[in-house]
T-cell receptor, first 111, second 113 residues
Framework: GIQVEQSPPDLILQEGANSTLRCNFS?????LQWFHQNPWGQLINLFY???GTKQNGRLSATTVATERYSLLYISSSQTTDSGVYFC?????????????FGKGTHLIIQP | DTGVSQNPRHKITKRGQNVTFRCDPI?????LYWYRQTLGQGPEFLTY????????KSRLLSDRFSAERPKGSFSTLEIQRTEQGDSAMYLC???????????FGQGTRLTVV
C-alpha cells in the first residue's frame, strides 16, 4: 500500500514564527488532505489538495503530485495552532480504499 | 447540516463484552468510512460503504469487528468479545463518491478494562 512520511515529527516554535510541514508519499494519489487534530481528538479539515496550491488565511499548502510531496505552511503562528497535523492520501478508482495517514507532526507554539 | 455525528463519545466496557458505535454521516454524502486511531499514531482505515454496500472490509482488524449501513444512512460498528488491545479512538468519516474529501466525526473513545 501507499506509504506516507511526515516531517518533522515534532516542532516547537515561539508565537509569531513561521513553519513548514512536509508530507512525502510513495505512489500516485488523487486525494490528499491536511488535517489538524485538536486536543479532544477532532480532525479538522485544513485543505483538500491533490495538486496545486491553496491558501486559507495564515495557512497555505502546495502539492507537487509528480514529485510525490506536499507542504503545509503556517505563518505568524498562534498558540491555538498547537496540536497534531496529519497528511492523508488516497487513490479512488474502482474499489476505492480509504485514506492512508502519516504519523503526524506534533506542533507546539509557545507564548 | 451539523457534520458527522458519532455516539457515544466515550465507552468503557469490560473485557469480553460486545460494544456498538453509531455514526451519522453528512446527509448528502453517500460514502461512509470507519477508522481506528491508537495513541501516537495516525488513523488507520478499517472499512467503507457506498450507500448501503460495504465495498471494502478486508482491513477490519479481526472477525470480531463488523460494520453495517442498512439503509445507506447511518452506520454501526460492532466489536464482539472486546479485548484490552481494542482500546482506541474509533473515527467515522463521510464523503461524496465523486469527490474524495472526507469529513470526520468527533470519534468514540473506547476503553476496555
Amino acid at each position: 500500500g501507499i506509504q506516507v512520511e511526515q516531517s518533522p515529527p515534532d516542532l516547537i516554535l515561539q508565537e509569531g514564527a513561521n513553519s513548514t510541514l512536509r508530507c512525502n508519499f510513495s505512489d500516485s494519489v488523487n486525494n490528499l488532505q491536511w488535517f489538524h487534530q485538536n486536543p479532544w481528538g477532532q480532525l479538522i479539515n485544513l485543505f483538500y489538495i491533490p495538486s496545486g496550491t491553496k491558501q486559507n488565511g495564515r495557512l497555505s499548502a502546495t502539492t507537487v503530485a509528480t514529485e510525490r510531496y506536499s507542504l503545509l505552511y503556517i505563518s505568524s503562528s498562534q498558540t491555538t495552532d498547537s496540536g497534531v497535523y496529519f497528511c492523508a492520501v488516497g487513490y479512488s478508482g474502482g474499489g476505492a480504499d480509504g485514506l492512508t495517514f502519516g504519523k503526524g507532526t506534533h506542533l507546539i507554539i509557545q507564548p | 447540516d451539523t457534520g458527522v455525528s458519532q455516539n457515544p463519545r466515550h465507552k468503557i466496557t469490560k473485557r469480553g463484552q460486545n460494544v456498538t458505535f453509531r455514526c451519522d454521516p453528512i446527509s448528502e454524502h453517500n460514502r461512509l468510512y470507519w477508522y481506528r486511531q491508537t495513541l501516537g499514531q495516525g488513523p488507520e482505515f478499517l472499512t467503507y460503504f457506498q450507500n448501503e454496500a460495504q465495498l471494502e472490509k478486508s482491513r477490519l482488524l479481526s472477525d470480531r469487528f463488523s460494520a453495517e449501513r442498512p439503509k445507506g444512512s447511518f452506520s454501526t460498528l460492532e466489536i464482539q468479545r472486546t479485548e484490552q488491545g481494542d482500546s482506541a479512538m474509533y473515527l467515522c468519516a463521510s464523503s461524496l463518491a465523486w469527490r474524495g474529501e472526507a469529513f470526520f466525526g468527533q470519534g468514540t473513545r473506547l476503553t476496555v478494562v
